[in-house]
């Protein structure tokens, strides 16, 4: 136990030590990792770090989707549900059915029901790999809403696959009538049992005594709860997670203080950042030992089948892209629409999106070892090889190259014609009106006599003043200075502040809770200044 405990916390200093190179080179981070997993598996002292296949799914899923759905904007999601749940459905078993097929009339010793289980670990793309590239590159809203909102259901539906899969493998027993109607109620009721645990937690934060540390406990406890009662139940704990999160997430403004939302946001933020960087890393370590398993014959072999699969996997996400397009305009004649005419760039940077990860990682793991005969499960190492070459390969090669991509293809931002920074004066400028007629309408009285009050009220009428002159200021990059300067301002101001605080604090007669409660504040607004200028961070 004492040598496991000393394994991991090296292994999350390797994982730090990695973010930081990543973030230096400005390359996603999950290549960084697993490419430097390769090497470190074949390290003497990290060999053994593994995690029990039947535990994968419980301890990595459960919090990462609820993490991606809490993050997920519901307005966005709901404004292009076509075209994800296009995705999420249709081109996952689209995927998996061309995968089944091929590797069935390619691979020796493949059944059918082998290639759907192949086909359903490594159909759905990773959001967590996407993201993390889409942050260093400017691309439309839409598109990252596109991305992340499909990758939360095609989770869940190339799961369903997966399983079905494996039932049909280990049982030796598959009827397409009974599996498609298991198919919809398992969808149904996983996003029914996700709903009612949610509408479970939302009562009891909203209504119980909570403060702000029970909420976090609670919303840790949450996705767990989601998965397993789904599970219990034989549905889907994936979308159970997922449609209770986005309930959650939608409603967090009603049910959680604002210490509550302030706390969660970092906690939840640690707690994906370290699973996300085990479950990257993980995929290099595990790699020497899928090559020793094969033996020096069956590696190249192995190889030429991984390559193929990702082939097959690149080529159909790009036809279902380009077949996604071609719904889209027929069906604009008789629905409406998000976007009747979508153009030729976003199918090439949605289709180059594919990049494999954590989900997929988490199905091949979660593979049973042995079959309920005693017998060894069939063609899993090359299952596990396939499905870990395919993560490396996509991740490196599409994860490299989007970047490049995206500048060449040079997507216009249809749906925000006016700039960040325009839009957030505009925000701002509402915001102090909306602030000045209260004052006026409601506390007239207190203005008269309320110093505070006055003090306030000459603020918002100060900054509305400014924002309204540059509203009308067609120098745009005067505008960007003034910003510019006045957070180096303020960053300077509150560091002096915080040093002030710390010099008046060795005195014996000062409160030290005051002097931390002073520092806290300062920390706030920091962030509040970090948040409101992050448009010039590049």
Partial sequence: MHHILIQYTCLLIIILFLVMLAQKMKIAYPIVLVLAGLPLG??????GIDIKPELIFVIFLPPLLYESAWNTSWKEFWKWRRVISSFA???????????????????????????????????????VSASAILKNVKVPKRFVAIVEGESLLNDASSLVVFRFALAAILTGHFVFGEAALS????????IACG????????????????????????GLITPYAMYMVAEEFHFSGVLAVVSGGLFLSARRQTYLSHRSRLQGINVWEAVAFVLNGFVFILIGLEFPVLIKNLGPDGLPIAIKYSLIITGVLIFTRFA?????????????????????????????LLGWTGMRGVVSLAAALSIPVVIKTGEAFPNRDMILFITFAVILVTLVLQGLTLPALVKWVNMPDPDYTVSFGQQQQMVRKKLSHVALQLLQNEYADQL???DLLVSLKI??????????????DNNQERVDSFYKDYRLVMARVMSEQRKFLLT??????????????????LDLEEEKLRQHFSHFED
């Fill in 320 to 348: 279902s892209t380009y077949g996604a397009i071609v719904v889209t305009i027929i069906m604009a004649n008789f629905i409406t629409v998000a976007d009747r005419n979508p153009g030729w760039r976003a199918p090439i």
């Fill in 459 to 472: 603020r918002l009428e100060a900054d509305r003043e400014i924002l309204k002159d540059w509203e009308n």
């Fill in 504 to 521: 008046l604090n060795k005195k014996e007669n000062i409160n030290d809770e005051i002097i931390h409660q002073q520092l806290d504040l």
């Fill in 89 to 127: 459905f249709p081109v996952v078993i689209i995927t998996s059915c061309v995968v089944a097929f091929v590797s069935w009339a390619v691979i020796p010793g493949f059944t059918l029901a082998t290639g759907f289980l192949l086909g359903g670990i490594v159909s759905p793309p990773d959001a």
């Fill in 448 to 450: 008269e006599h309320n």
């Fill in 195 to 218: 709903l009612a645990v949610a509408l479970i937690f939302y009562a009891i934060q909203r209504w119980l005594p909570t403060s702000a540390n029970m909420d976090v406990i609670l």
């Fill in 42 to 47: 074949f390290v003497p002292f990290l060999k």
């Fill in 183 to 190: 198919f919809v109620l398992v969808i149904v009721m996983g």
